[in-house]
């Protein structure tokens, strides 16, 4: 029964580990990052639009998001909502 425990907890760390729309990871972003290094912290967008010059990409949904603008795949602004 022991072992059960024990998985239980880890599985439990694990998806814990997995919400990346933290505000520790919403503190790493800065102004001028590239595209890629966003990616690395958040993982691939929930949504993007392009235009002919600028990105705007969305990890979250409506209720807890980060919303992120990138020209030239560099980050011009960024906003979140109910990050915690």
């Not at 814990?16 to 919403?26: I, P, Q, R, V």
């Amino acid at each position: 029964m022991a072992k059960y425990g024990v998985l239980l907890i880890t599985v439990a760390a694990l998806l814990a580990g997995c919400n990346k729309l933290s505000k520790e990871n919403y503190s790493r972003l800065k102004v001028g990052m590239e595209y890629d290094e966003v990616v690395s912290i958040f993982g691939k967008p929930d949504s993007c639009s392009d235009t002919y010059v600028a990105k705007g990409c969305k990890w979250g949904d409506e209720r807890k998001n980060v919303t992120i603008g990138f020209i030239d795949d560099k980050v011009i602004f960024y906003q979140s909502t109910n990050i915690d």
